[in-house]
């Protein structure tokens, strides 16, 4: 009965068949991470009736220091920052996840026990991370695209940032779509499993949605922010590995 869930592989076979039939490229990234993505959540899944045992601030906040440290090496594999890649996605999602971590724990949203700060971190740190490179990946392709006139710009007085702020803003609305998406269509096409969960366990349809809430609540926040440090760490990185080709 466990193991009937291997039958949805079928799914990541098509996409590498339909990877390899176009020359993505795509393959091997695929396989290995669809692996690892079971391996990991099968460690998770024992680990995780220890952490939620544990009672010291000091081992949750290594924890969620860890989760950021793996975000940011991800984060640093898939855009590629020549300068200081790995420490600018570290601050970038480190400065933007406790931001909104601890304003929710500041606000009694949330308590700083296993159960609720590790789930809820995860979530708000896998978010911060797909900003992330969302926001560095289309800010790198606008500069690349805009460079003449950016110089232009600079020739004639503005500020760099002045310049850049086109390619800018683009970079950071395009990274808030999906976000804003899910916003948009919660509870009529995306039903979320927290809400569902909680409904089948018996709660009553406030508190369930509620909670929902603040889960879509703070995925528009950290994004929001993800985005602002993104730009603020990165942005002339980007500017010197354009003009340095």
């Known amino acids: 009965m466990e193991f009937k ?9 098509i996409a590498l068949f339909y990877s390899y039939k176009e020359k993505l490229g795509l393959e091997k990234e695929i396989l290995l991470n ?10 998770l899944g024992y680990l995780l009736v220890f952490i939620f045992k544990l009672k010291n601030p000091i081992h949750l906040l290594g924890i969620l220091v860890f989760m950021i440290l793996f975000a940011s090496y991800t984060a640093q594999k898939r855009v590629k920052l ?17 931001i909104v971590l601890f304003s929710l724990v500041g606000m009694q949203i949330i308590t700083f026990k296993p159960n609720e700060i590790i789930p809820v971190g ?21 500069i690349k695209n805009s460079i003449d006139i950016i110089e232009g710009m600079v020739a004639l007085g503005a500020t760099l940032k002045q310049a850049m702020s086109e390619p ?10 999906p976000t804003l998406n899910s916003l948009q269509t919660v509870g009529v096409i995306h039903i979320p499993g927290i809400t569902t969960g909680m409904l089948l366990a018996g709660a009553e349809p406030l ?11 703070m995925m528009v926040a950290v994004a929001l922010f993800t985005g602002i440090f993104s730009i603020l760490f990165t942005y002339r990185k980007i500017l ?6």
């Open 168 to 177: 800018i803003r683009n970079a950071v609305k395009a990274a808030l779509i």
């Open 240 to 245: 010197g590995t354009v003009f340095s080709r």
């Open 34 to 43: 669809s692996i690892r993505a079971f391996i990991q959540l099968l460690i």
């Open 122 to 142: 995860g979530m708000i740190i896998g978010n911060s991370l797909n900003i992330y490179t969302l926001v560095v990946d289309r800010l790198k392709g606008e």
């Open 82 to 98: 020549k300068e200081k890649g790995f420490r600018t996605a570290f601050l970038s999602i480190f400065c933007a996840s406790f």
């Open 207 to 217: 508190k369930a949605v509620s909670y929902q809430l603040v889960i879509m609540y």
């Open 5 to 13: 869930f291997l039958a949805s592989y079928l799914l990541i076979l």
